[in-house]
């Protein structure tokens, strides 16, 4: 099916199980444990061994030797599988650090063997007598260091966010040189770890020449054709398997060393091999969030009409790798005629760089949002009010492009609402509770709607079941809900008349779960396949399938109504389709908006922050499932809270690694941290995204909320630090004056 018009009036829109608060079906499972994730999937082959990934001790050069005689001597070792057995490993889709394979070293922790045993324990024990020989070399590991000579760089991470190198409208320079009030300020954001619950984990097995992997990813086309690059095999004799995930953030877009690894291991053992990456490896050999050091400039009138406004990042990345692109939102949130927004890449060799939740929104409007709010202050103008005075229905860069549907001040206007903004005093360190200073803080909330090419097979049996089979995941995001919502809604079935199958490479080629593209995409193809099954059920029916009505498990046309099981009666019916777009989104800017607001105390003797309250009014398009769109936007401001106050990769720049790699030394907000917390979505559709008319909340919730926190501590005790995470030694020197 090819959407390639705005939608129109469908069987959606009639909201019987769509829109409504659903609780999640594989909710049971998951609270029984009984959902079985990847390493746990002890049942789909026999004789696992388990495997030990080992990575390398020294950031960049070279290994001359490995000594594996002790290693293979240990009680239960099956096989050791170093780097220097095989050639350099091709990269897989959008990897740029090498897995495995050859003598070069890219990064600390690295992957450079894996010791095979019967056991977990017996296979660490032996990987500590594998003895490898390195050649070190200098590298470089300071972004401060690099980035004055960093060159410019184009980027697209492939999510929304994307950069030209620099990219010009109007006359920056001389329009800031005129503006009447100027902010030119620098802002720097924090490596960051996905450090999601469930770690990179992969059970692999050979049958002949064909590969299954039981891991944990959340796209499984791109897996089954990375896995298929990086090895050399043909892709159509690879299997991947994903039911359960346990968190990805991104981190589990690509494929990683744990699958390649056991791939290479279960080949070497002769049996099926799970491996599991410690969290040092998770830190250190798969992905993060890059540092990034930003220039905000904007000029205003005096009025506060934005007259120049500019947005430079400069983050770093292993050679080959792409920038952050942290200046994307800049291109588009706000007006302003004379705009200049550019990137820049160092190369450095920490281990690689890549998407986490909203790449470039996150880090970026924690840069954007705190310049408006600074901009706001010399103003003398409400920070809402700023916001809203800026306001543009047209894409800055492109004023003869409009957006299709774009409701931002009415998220500001309802958030400051809702959240007794009105009530604030503006003048900062002035409202007091005991030890704590209070204060309040806004941002605007933007990330970019995508959508992707998503197919799906519905089938239909005799007992009026509806099956849907596709690849597409769960991440925890409560897909399988979504997708049987949208397959009980167009065939006119109860929910538990539906049975959903996800993350099989062996069902079509959904989507898959990331940038905020996978519920308004993967139901889309869902829709499509639902409409070509209407059509083989009307058909069997001989009933016109332009008049037939689904609802009440029955199909109705004028005075006729029949079970739809009955259509089944005579063999299952089975219907596959995929939703495909057309330029829709280059004609139109499609975008989603919040109203992030937050109240902070901070302690006046020790400068601690306790975050009190949150609020996010969003505007997405059609809310497919409340209940679980709720649950995406409070994650993505829990994780807000922990960028803003403290979420570090603390970098080794002597040795060039992440020195706090595990969940005890890197901090993630826990339930303690955070307090109430509020949606509100606004009533609203989308027509030119999808039939379903819907757009994507899981990374909107993040991006903006870590500039409110900061400017709610500004309005708290009048301090601005523009360094994060705002830890608290950051703001403990300047309190005595504050308080």
């Not at 930003?294 to 770093?316: K, L, M, P, Y």
């Not at 559709?685 to 909340?697: E, L, Q, R």
Request: glycine fraction near 10%; hydrophobic fraction near 45%; aromatic fraction near 6%.
């Amino acid at each position: 099916m090819k959407f390639d018009t705005p939608a129109g009036q469908n069987p959606i829109d009639r909201l019987r199980v769509v829109g409504c608060p659903t609780d999640r079906i594989d909710g049971k499972y998951k609270t029984t444990g009984t959902a079985a994730y990847a390493y746990e999937r002890h049942d789909v082959a026999d004789h696992q061994a388990y495997g030990y990934v080992l990575g390398a001790t020294i950031p960049k050069g070279r290994v001359r030797a490995v000594d594996t005689a002790a290693a293979k001597a240990a009680a239960g070792v099956i096989a050791v599988v170093t780097t220097l057995d095989v050639p350099k490993l091709g990269l897989g889709t959008m990897n740029y650090a090498s897995l495995f394979g050859g003598d070069r070293i890219q990064h600390y922790h690295q992957a450079v063997a894996v010791v095979v045993a019967e056991t977990f324990e017996q296979a660490r024990a032996a990987s500590f007598l594998v003895r490898i020989d390195y050649a070190p070399e200098a590298g470089r590991f300071d972004l401060a260091a690099e980035a004055p000579h960093a060159p410019p760089a184009k980027a697209d991470s492939g999510e929304g966010s994307g950069a030209d190198g620099a990219e010009r409208v109007g006359d920056f320079e001389g329009a800031f040189a005129q503006a009447p009030v100027q902010l030119d300020a620098t802002y720097t954001t924090s490596d960051e770890s996905h450090a999601m619950m469930e770690p990179h984990a992969t059970i692999a097995a050979w049958d002949g020449d064909r590969l299954t992997l039981w891991t944990s990813n959340q796209m499984i086309a791109w897996a089954k054709g990375s896995i298929a690059k990086i090895l050399g095999i043909p892709k159509q004799n690879v299997r991947v398997d994903s039911p359960y995930i346990g968190g990805g953030f991104g981190g589990k877009l690509f494929v990683r060393a744990d699958a390649v690894l056991a791939a290479l291991a279960a080949k070497a053992a002769g049996r099926p091999v799970k491996v599991a990456l410690t969290r040092p490896l998770v830190a250190n050999n798969t992905t993060h969030r890059p540092a990034t050091i930003q220039r905000v400039r904007i000029g205003a009138t005096r009025d506060g009409t934005i007259t120049a406004i500019a947005h430079e990042s400069v983050s770093g990345n292993v050679p080959g790798g792409v920038p952050e692109t942290a200046v994307d939102q800049t291109k588009l949130l706000y007006a302003g005629a004379n705009r200049l927004t550019a990137l820049r890449l160092a190369e450095l060799d920490l281990p690689e760089g890549n998407a986490m939740r909203a790449p470039g929104e996150a880090p970026g409007m924690l840069a954007l949002e705190v310049a408006m709010d600074e901009m706001a202050s010399m103003l003398g103008i409400d920070p809402v009010e700023f916001r809203i005075r800026n306001d543009t229905q047209v894409d800055p860069n492109q004023p003869d492009r409009p957006f299709s549907h774009r409701d931002l001040v009415g998220c500001l206007r309802l958030g400051a609402e809702r959240f007794g903004w009105a009530a604030r005093n503006p003048a900062p360190g002035q409202a007091r509770d005991g030890q704590w200073l209070v204060g309040m803080g806004v941002a605007a909330g933007f990330r970019n709607n995508l959508v992707m090419k998503s197919a799906a097979r519905v089938r239909l049996d005799a007992a009026g079941t509806v099956t849907v089979e596709t690849d597409m995941t769960d991440i925890g995001t409560g897909s399988y809900t979504i997708i049987a919502q949208t397959a009980a809604e167009m065939m006119g079935v109860p929910l538990d008349r539906v049975v959903v199958r996800l993350g099989d490479s062996d069902h079509p080629a959904a989507a898959g779960s990331g940038g905020q593209w996978g519920a308004n995409s993967a139901t889309a193809g869902v829709y499509a396949a639902c409409t070509k099954l209407r059509e083989a059920v009307a058909q069997r029916l001989g009933i016109n399938s332009a008049d037939a009505d689904f609802a009440g498990g029955e199909v109705r046309a004028g005075n006729l109504s029949v079970p739809l099981a009955q259509a089944a009666q005579a063999g299952e019916l089975v219907a596959e389709d995929a939703m495909e777009y057309g330029d829709l989104a280059k004609r139109q800017q499609q975008s989603t908006f919040a109203g992030h607001f937050v109240e902070v105390g901070v302690d006046v003797d020790t400068a601690e922050v306790r975050v009190r309250r949150m609020l996010a009014v969003c505007a997405a398009g059609r809310i497919l499932n409340p209940k679980s769109a709720r649950s995406q936007v409070i994650g993505g401001m829990t994780m807000g809270v922990g960028a803003a106050l403290m979420e570090k990769l603390s970098v080794d720049k002597k040795r060039g690694f992440f020195v706090n790699h595990d969940l005890a030394g890197y901090e993630v907000p826990v339930h303690a941290d955070i307090p109430h917390q509020e949606v509100i979505f606004l009533d609203e559709v989308d027509p030119t995204s999808s039939p379903m008319k819907a757009k994507g909340v899981g990374e909107l919730g993040l991006c903006g909320v870590g500039a409110a926190v900061a400017n709610a501590i500004t309005h708290a005790t009048g301090i601005r630090v523009r360094d994060f995470p705002l830890t608290l030694d950051k703001l403990l020197a300047q309190m005595p004056d504050a308080a």
